[in-house]
């Protein structure tokens, strides 16, 4: 969908807006994702790839149940990797020791909170939970509304995209084939295309009881 970034399995959505940790945390999985759990290089470098400006980012870490015991956001993440700057953690919760520590990302460009620029771009250093940054959320297979299958995500089958009941299909919601396909694109998406006999049933068994709709 428009403003996510695949990598593998996953995608990715940077914020454009700053947030203290606990609440980029609930923005991540109102969007049914997670702040994001980093499990390599790779991914790591790919989401450094992302990142613009002289902005740091939050990602999923931080010792917030028990102070200089780092661990994810999301508790199925088992994720050891690591990447911090030199010096790091460093318990920078404001300097009061027992305060929790968050992790953010430094960006591209220098960021102002590293005086020296000794933070390079992708390297990660503990900093006060309740500060406001950036941040990135991972969303594991196809965000909130959309249906995964073989490797695709669709939308459609219980409500327009962006729309959470049922009940608000209604006439307005039909288009014609050019309106369609400019409604799908908005969404980073296309009209489906159809590739064999298999993908055709399981999208007609997920259509709606619409009655005699066309789609």
């Known amino acids: 969908p428009n403003g996510y970034h695949q990598h593998g399995d996953n995608c990715y959505l940077l914020s454009l807006d700053r947030a203290t940790y606990s609440t980029a945390m609930r923005a991540c999985e109102t969007l049914g994702g997670e702040l994001a759990c980093i499990n390599d290089e790779d ?37 050891t990797y690591r990447n911090w700057m030199e010096g790091e953690p ?3 919760a404001g300097g009061v020791e027992g305060d929790p520590d968050c992790v ?6 220098a960021s102002p909170g590293y005086v020296d620029g000794s933070c390079q ?8 939970c309740p500060a406001e940054n950036h941040y ?8 909130v509304g959309w249906t995964a299958h073989l490797g695709s995500c669709y939308a459609g089958f ?6 959470t009941h049922f ?8 288009k014609s084939h050019s ?11 296309t009209l489906v295309h159809v590739d064999d006999a298999a993908e055709n049933a399981w999208i007609a068994s997920m259509l709606p009881p619409l009655g005699t709709d066309d789609y």
């Open 167 to 174: 009940e608000t299909w209604d006439a307005s919601q039909q």
């Open 104 to 109: 953010r990302m430094c960006p591209s460009d």
């Open 43 to 79: 991914e790591n470098s790919f989401i450094t790839s992302l990142l613009l400006g002289n902005d740091d980012y939050w990602i999923g870490l931080n010792d917030r149940e028990v102070d200089n015991t780092f661990q994810w956001a999301n508790k199925q993440c088992t994720s």
């Open 136 to 143: 990135v959320c991972e969303i594991r297979g196809c965000p």
């Open 90 to 92: 460093n318990n920078a």
């Open 179 to 189: 309106d369609a396909s400019d409604a799908c694109a908005a969404l980073g998406a």
């Open 158 to 163: 219980t409500s327009p995209p962006g729309m």
């Open 121 to 128: 771009p992708g390297q990660w250093a503990d900093y006060a």
